[in-house]
């Protein structure tokens, strides 16, 4: 339960802090948190399955649901393009 519980708070803070750093438009301090969170759990999961139960198989969920959590925020910034700067075209001759 502790391993559920610090996968989500390390992803969800994680997610935080690169909502905004990022400054995308749309990609808010809320998206970050949901984001991070659920990319930090399906990361730890993926890690403990994938890690035999030995000395440092905790470790490796944890590293696992940090990259989850970093691939969630990935995900979450692609759904929301930045906005581009739309010079005004001047009319041809």
């Known amino acids: 339960m502790f391993a559920l519980l610090s996968w989500i708070v ?4 994680l ?4 909502a905004a750093l990022w400054k995308v438009p749309g990609l ?5 948190f949901a ?3 659920v990319g930090g759990v399906v990361g ?5 399955m994938l890690s ?3 000395l440092f198989a905790e470790g490796l969920a944890l590293v696992a649901a940090i990259l989850g959590a ?3 925020m990935w995900i979450a910034r692609a759904l929301f393009p930045k ?7 001047s009319p041809s001759p």
Request: charged share 15%; hydrophobic share 45%; aromatic share 2%.
């Open 70 to 72: 970093v691939v969630a």
């Open 83 to 89: 906005e581009r700067s739309s010079s005004p075209r």
């Open 28 to 32: 808010t301090v809320a998206w970050g």
């Open 44 to 48: 730890g999961m993926i890690g403990l």
């Open 15 to 18: 997610g935080v802090i690169l």
């Open 35 to 37: 984001a991070g969170g």
């Open 10 to 13: 390390i992803g969800s803070a």
């Open 52 to 54: 035999p139960r030995r």
